[in-house]
């Protein structure tokens, strides 16, 4: 049954979304874990979330240690405190090509079902035009709201940079 309670990141001002389910996708798991992540807070205003990590921050020999990863992964996103939490790592090289779309597009429409129920969202990445591998997952998102006919909710991601003592 579910369940009506507002979701962090909904307009001001707007009535609460009724929230039962929500399939999320990220290029990497770094947009969760990451301090201050509005991935995760999006996350827990859902009381169940299947979020679907398209590729390891990994180097060369990730896939050497892919269990490894995901048993690391896994630890780290529990100590978020999020119990509906559901990862699924498609595993995907980092940084992603532009012929990923299809396998985001497979994987997520798994996640998704054949008849999605009322109050399930999309969750997704903002647009970044210079980030290649996020256009890539920001597409296929796209393509499974409208396929699907659900709400697509958009993640501010932050941005690392170095700052250097001038």
Do not use: K
Not at 128 to 144: C, L, M
């Amino acid at each position: 049954m579910p369940v009506s309670e507002p979701v962090a990141g909904a307009a001001t001002g707007s009535p609460p979304v009724p929230a039962s389910r929500a399939v999320a996708v990220t290029v990497t798991p770094m947009e969760l874990l990451r301090p201050e992540s509005h991935l995760a807070e999006l996350i827990s205003g859902f009381p169940q979330v299947e979020l679907l990590v398209a590729a390891d921050d990994g180097g060369p020999d990730a896939d050497d240690d892919h269990d490894r990863l995901g048993e690391e992964l896994r630890a780290t996103a529990a100590g978020l405190e999020l119990p509906g939490l559901a990862l699924h790592r498609l595993g995907l090289p980092h940084p992603l090509p532009v012929t990923a779309e299809g396998d985001l597009v497979a994987a997520l429409s798994e996640l998704v079902g054949f008849d999605p129920e009322p109050g399930l969202y999309c969750l997704a990445p903002g647009p970044a035009p210079a980030d290649p591998a996020r256009g890539v997952v920001e597409r296929a998102a796209q393509r499974i709201a409208q396929v699907y006919g659900i709400p697509l909710l958009r993640y501010r991601c932050l941005e690392l940079s170095v700052v250097t003592g001038a």
